[in-house]
Nanobody, 121 residues
Framework: QVQLVESGGGLVQAGGSLRLSCAASGEIFRVNNMGWYRQAPGKQRELVATITSGGDTNYADSEKGRFTISRDNAKNAVYLQMNSLKPEDTAVYYC???????????????WGQGTQVTVSS
């Protein structure tokens, strides 16, 4: 079994910062890309940022310059530093990892349970 556990969400005022963390645990053989997605009420889940095992990053246009994704391969962890938060950033943030478990021949995506981020105006 594999678990992705997120932490760090909460309530913050506009202009503030939050740091989300996510750690993957279980019978993991290799972790490939990791990333963050978010889903606001009434909207589809959307990409926030991704990072490869080598550290290459990709951001949605609305997050460039405000959010920074990073990872610790030794801990199978991914982080999202969010600065200059806006009310429109309010959403449930989900961690995602494409990983291969032990005794498996292929990788697949796994999701965390989500953490709520609320930005007040």
């Amino acid at each position: 079994q594999v678990q992705l556990v997120e932490s760090g969400g909460g309530l913050v005022q506009a202009g503030g910062s939050l740091r989300l963390s996510c750690a993957a645990s279980g019978e993991i053989f290799r972790v490939n890309n990791m990333g963050w997605y978010r889903q606001a009420p009434g909207k589809q889940r959307e990409l926030v940022a991704t990072i490869t095992s080598g550290g290459d990053t990709n951001y949605a246009d609305s997050e460039k310059g405000r959010f920074t994704i990073s990872r610790d391969n030794a801990k199978n962890a991914v982080y999202l530093q969010m600065n200059s938060l806006k009310p429109e950033d309010t959403a449930v943030y989900y961690c995602n990892a494409d990983l291969r478990i032990r005794f498996s021949s292929s990788s697949r995506p796994y999701w965390g349970q989500g953490t709520q981020v609320t930005v007040s105006s």
